[in-house]
C-alpha cells in the first residue's frame, strides 16, 4: 500500500466516519492538535533518561490513549462506524490523577509560579503542555458544534484537562530527576 492516496489534494478529506470534509474543518483540525501533541510527547520520551522505564511506560499508554481519542473525534456519533469507537474514559482520567499524585510526591511544594526550562524533557514537557491546552480548545470548538449529545465530548475534554496538569507535574518531575532546580517566575522588581 502506498503512503500517498492523491485524494487530499483538493484540500478535502474524509473523516474517520467516512464524511468527506474541508481540511479546515473543526474535526480535522482538533485531530491535528491531538496528533501534535501525540508527537511532542514523543520528543519528551526521546529526552527522558534510560532508566525511567516507568515513566516511559506511562507516556506510551498515553500516546495510545490520543490516537484513541483521534479516532473518536474524527468520528460523528450518528455513524455506524462510531460503534466500538471510544474516546479516553473515566478510568483513564483516574488514571492520570494517580500518576500526578505519584509523581508530585517527589517534589517540594510549588509556592512560586514557573517558568518553562530546565531540563531538556522538562522543557519538552512544557511544550506538551501548552499544545494539550490548544488541544483542548480546539476539542471544545468541535463540542459546541455538535447538537446531538454534544455530552459525549466530557470525558475527552476531561481527560485532556488532566493530561495538562499531568506534563506540567511531569516538567516539574524531570527537573527533579535532573536535579536542575525549578526556572522560578520573578517579580518585575527584581529581574536583572
Known sequence: ??????????????????????????????????????????VVLSALPADQTDLQRELRAIQSDLLDMGAFVATTAESSAAEGIIGPTAVRTAALES??????????????????????ASAWAHVSRTVCRRAER??????????????????????????????????RYCNHIAAE????????ENRC
Request: net charge negative; hydrophobic share 30%; proline share 6%.
Open 99 to 120: 500518576a500526578i499524585d505519584q509523581l508530585d510526591s517527589s517534589l517540594d511544594p510549588l509556592t512560586r509560579f514557573i517558568l518553562p526550562g530546565g531540563s531538556p
Open 1 to 42: 500500500m502506498k503512503i500517498y492516496t492523491r485524494t487530499g489534494d483538493g484540500g478535502k478529506t474524509n473523516l474517520l466516519s467516512g464524511e468527506r470534509v474541508s481540511k479546515c474543518h473543526d474535526r480535522i483540525d482538533a485531530c491535528g492538535e491531538i496528533d501534535e501533541l501525540n508527537s511532542w510527547i514523543g
Open 181 to 188: 532546580p525549578d526556572q522560578l517566575w520573578q517579580p518585575e
Open 138 to 171: 480546539r476539542v471544545t470548538a468541535v463540542r459546541s458544534q455538535v447538537e446531538e449529545k454534544p455530552e459525549i465530548f466530557d470525558e475527552t475534554l476531561q481527560y485532556l484537562n488532566r493530561l495538562s496538569d499531568y506534563l506540567f507535574t511531569l516538567a
